[in-house]
């Protein structure tokens, strides 16, 4: 089965780059997305098809995806965007695939 | 606006059934695709299962193979999940999630609140 692979945890100060990572074997192949979930709420989808932003998400999101990783990087990080992260890989062989999540913290 | 709205908590002992809703409104949920994710504790997100509810084709993580089935009901934009032989470790939070197709992949765009299912003896 195909496996995505997310680092637990990643810190940022307020204002500063956050950057989270997504590894899969030919990652790049697939379309990768990421969702924002903060504690008790549902996910919410913050990129899609590798680096589209949905209607009402910052553009300080932004999202790539090359080779064997994704990466979802946040300019001027924000305390209200501490959460956890996950990305997913969709394509038609492996159909859907969730990574392990990433806890920002903005410290 | 679209909105899914799950059922409420359920608590189950070990090798029962357990029968989750999604309700969708603000538009037919016939025109969309619904997946099932769940999160367990301590765990990340875990996609289960697809269906069409426009012509009912399905699609099933092989781990829940013979375990889970999606039906729907057009007549009241309704998706069931019904997970059988529950384990302790089924114990989660269960989402129902709207697909929303770009190109050629798709994204969960709208999520329903979640509905805890609790495992226990």
């Known amino acids: 089965s195909y496996e995505l692979t997310q680092p637990p945890s990643v810190s940022v100060s307020p204002g500063q780059t956050a950057t989270i990572t997504c590894s899969g074997d030919?990652?790049?192949?697939?379309?990768a997305s990421w969702y924002r979930q903060r504690p008790g709420q549902s996910p919410v989808v913050v990129i899609y098809?590798?680096?589209k932003r949905p209607s009402g998400i910052p553009e300080r999101f932004s999202g790539s995806n090359s080779g064997n990783t994704a990466t979802l990087t946040i300019s001027g990080t924000q305390a209200v965007d501490e959460a956890e992260y996950h990305c997913q890989a969709w394509d038609s062989s492996t159909s859907v695939t969730f990574g392990g999540g990433t806890k920002l913290t903005v410290l | 606006q679209f909105q899914l709205v799950q059922s409420g908590p359920e608590v189950k002992k070990p090798g029962a059934s357990v029968k989750v809703s999604c309700k969708a409104s603000g538009n037919s949920v016939t025109s969309y695709g619904i997946s099932w994710v769940r999160r367990a504790p301590g765990q990340g997100l875990e996609w289960m299962a697809w269906?069409?509810?426009?012509?009912?084709?399905?699609d099933y993580a092989q781990k829940f193979q013979g375990r889970v089935t999606l039906t729907t009901d057009t007549s009241t934009s309704t998706v069931h999940m019904e997970l059988r032989s529950l384990r302790s470790d089924d114990t989660a939070v269960y989402y129902c999630?709207?697909?929303?197709?770009?190109?050629?992949?798709?994204?969960?765009?709208?999520w329903g609140q979640g509905t805890l299912v609790t495992v226990s003896s």
């Open positions: 999630a709207r697909v929303t197709y770009y190109e050629s992949t798709g994204y969960y765009s709208d």
């Open positions: 030919k990652l790049g192949g697939k379309y």
């Open positions: 098809a590798d680096n």
């Open positions: 269906i069409s509810a426009y012509n009912g084709n399905t």
